[in-house]
Structures are given as structure tokens and as C-alpha cells.
Nanobody
Framework: QVQLVESGGGLVQPGGSLRLSCAASGSIFSIYAMGWYRQAPGKKRELVAAVTSGGRTNYADSVNGRFTIFRDEGKNTMYLQMNSLKPEDTAVYYC???????????????WGQGTQVTVSS
């Protein structure tokens, strides 16, 4: 049974940085693609960044150049480094364990519990 546990959220001032972590257990971590999503109040959940099992990454336009997704196979953990944070980045962030198909990430039905990120002065 797959379990995903996020951590690293919190309150940060605009322009600040945070690193989110997603620890996976119960799966062969290296064969899966993974993604970070976020959901702000009153809005749909949106894909922020993803990384395939081969290391290919993609980002939403709104975070490209500010966020970096990467994974540590030895620790079964995926990370999201968030720099130059803006108030509009405020949301609950979720990690997802998915699949790599034709070199691209596709979500599956494995989600973490979410971690709150609040960007405010």
C-alpha cells in the first residue's frame, strides 16, 4: 500500500523560500513519476510541477523559473524547492504518485494529506 507524507509548509513572507518534501513508502519509488499540485480556496486543484521516472520535469507557467522539483531515490523522497514566493502561491500543496507514459507524467490515485503554504507579509 502506497503512503505519501508531505512536510515543509508554513508561513513565509513574499520573496521568501520554502522546500516541501514528499516521503513515499510501500512502493518501488524509482519506477514512478511524481507530481506536486496545489489548491487555493475556491479554486480547482492544479498541477504545479512533475518529474518522470527518467528525470524529465515540467512546470506550470506561473512557477517556471521559481520552483524546482527533484527527487532523492535513496531517501524515497521528492522535493519542491520554492523561491521568490508570491502571495498567489498560497495554497495547500499535495504530492501525487503517478506513472510515466511515453516520457510524460500521468497522475494516479495516490495522494498525500497536503501541507499548507501561506505567503503573506
Amino acid at each position: 500500500q502506497v503512503q505519501l507524507v508531505e512536510s515543509g509548509g508554513g508561513l513565509v513572507q513574499p520573496g521568501g523560500s520554502l522546500r516541501l518534501s514528499c516521503a513515499a513508502s510501500g512502493s518501488i519509488f524509482s519506477i514512478y513519476a511524481m507530481g506536486w499540485y496545489r489548491q487555493a480556496p475556491g479554486k480547482k486543484r492544479e498541477l504545479v510541477a512533475a518529474v518522470t521516472s527518467g528525470g524529465r520535469t515540467n512546470y506550470a507557467d506561473s512557477v517556471n523559473g521559481r520552483f524546482t522539483i527533484f527527487r532523492d531515490e535513496g531517501k524515497n523522497t521528492m522535493y519542491l524547492q520554492m523561491n521568490s514566493l508570491k502571495p498567489e502561491d498560497t495554497a495547500v500543496y499535495y504530492c501525487n504518485l503517478g506513472q510515466t507514459r511515453s516520457g510524460s507524467y500521468y497522475p494516479d490515485d495516490y495522494w498525500g494529506q497536503g501541507t499548507q503554504v501561506t505567503v503573506s507579509s
